[in-house]
């Protein structure tokens, strides 16, 4: 990493293709899998410029997706867009087909994740896949906790009906 | 479904939650078999988001990554002028209506049917239209001989920047240095995405202002 920080291209290569897997993930959930190669780039370009400000009081990897749930959130701030994205429609799983079951409960879960409304999904995404805290998100996304707690809630709900439709629930 | 219902991942959390308000929402679980169902369902859907498992992109997006931290580097024009030769107008004027030809004659074949669509037809094209002109492939690039005559003129333009006032290379320096990046990172890009129709237009775009600066130049250098 410190060769990296010094202008190492190879060895910045090597950081990259260690957190790939990672980043990709948390941008492609986040964004809803709109533009994630695009943004995934934007994140390690990101990396590359702040490399000099990681100053090791967190795991690298920490700092780097803190990092790169910054760089989506930057992508999608607007206040009007923000406003939509925290409504949007609740009944997109009870409208929608039964999905139709790959076999694969983990890809028909990320899939579900794909559906929820932006703002939603985000929130879910930094909580429960990645363990942020309200207030932490709450700072990221700059609403109250209390925002970020019912949006969670709203996600999860949601989740819940996908679940019990593949169930036949 | 019931007001607590709201409160059951605040309470599956417990963040921020103080005594009194768990207790409240525990003294109603334990009658309301509902809201129980439902706190299970929850703790189901939070376990498997701890299971998702990462996957990688498709496509090595390496290259593009390497442009871009690349571009950040300049490369000074006076760099390039290894060594001074001897230059005549005749020889510039001919090296930019080279490099004028070359840029002309970038072509794209159509993989359906053959068909010849020039790039300036694709560039003007509505959006939708654009879109389903998407499978087209590069070809007749001459990127070896475009990049002959660029050098050329560079290496004419620098044996004979002495003629330009000081202020108009500092412009020339900084204006081809700007499209050479973009270049670059087209030409990164479209080596893991050759048939990217916006990389090419990128590209074909870039290509045409650095000949008509080369061109400005070149009148330039007449006048002077």
């Known amino acids: 990493m410190a060769s990296a920080a010094a202008g190492d291209v190879r060895a910045f290569e090597r950081l990259y293709r260690t957190h790939l897997a990672r980043v990709h993930s948390l941008v492609r959930r986040m964004a809803g899998g709109r533009d994630t190669d695009e943004l995934t780039q934007d994140v390690f370009v990101r990396v590359w410029q702040k490399l000099g400000t990681f100053r090791g009081d967190s795991a690298f990897g920490t700092w780097l997706h803190r990092l790169a749930a910054n760089v989506v959130i930057e992508k999608f701030r607007s206040e009007a867009l923000r406003r939509r994205r925290l409504s949007g429609d609740d009944t997109v799983f009870d409208r929608l087909a039964a999905p139709r079951q790959s076999g694969d409960v983990s890809m028909d879960f990320e899939a579900a994740l794909e559906k929820l409304p932006d703002g939603a999904r985000e929130i879910f995404v930094l909580h429960d896949v990645e363990g942020y805290k309200h207030r932490e998100i709450a700072t990221m996304l700059e609403i109250s906790a209390g925002t970020s707690k019912a949006q969670l809630h709203r996600a999860r709900m949601m989740l819940r009906r996908h679940l019990n439709a593949r169930c036949g629930v | ?224």
């Open chain 2, 1 to 224: 479904m019931d007001a607590y219902t709201d409160r059951l991942s605040e309470y599956l959390d417990g963040e921020d939650l103080d005594s009194s308000d768990r207790a409240e929402i525990e003294d109603h679980l334990e009658g309301c078999p509902a809201c129980r169902a439902v706190l299970a369902e929850l703790r189901d859907v939070t376990a498997r988001a701890g299971t998702l498992h990462d996957g990688t992109p498709e496509g090595d997006l390496w290259p593009g990554i390497a442009a871009r931290i690349d571009s950040a580097r300049t490369i000074p024009f006076t760099a390039r002028a290894a060594r001074r030769i001897s230059f005549t107008i005749p020889q510039l004027v001919a090296a930019s209506l080279a490099l004028m030809l070359l840029s002309g004659a970038v072509v794209w074949v159509s993989r359906i049917g053959g068909t010849r669509v020039d790039i300036e037809s694709i560039a003007a094209a509505p959006g939708r239209d654009r879109r389903a002109i998407a499978d087209v492939a590069m070809a007749d690039f001459a990127d070896a001989q475009y990049d002959e005559a660029v050098a050329d003129l560079e290496e004419a333009l620098a044996a004979g920047r002495d003629t330009l006032d000081p202020q108009t290379v500092r412009v020339l320096e900084d204006n081809l240095g700007a499209i050479d990046r973009a270049i670059e990172q087209s030409r990164q890009a479209l080596g893991a995405d050759p048939a990217n129709l916006f990389l090419n237009t990128h590209l074909a775009a870039a290509r045409q202002r650095k000949l008509a600066l080369l061109r400005s130049a070149t009148a330039l250098a007449t006048k002077g």
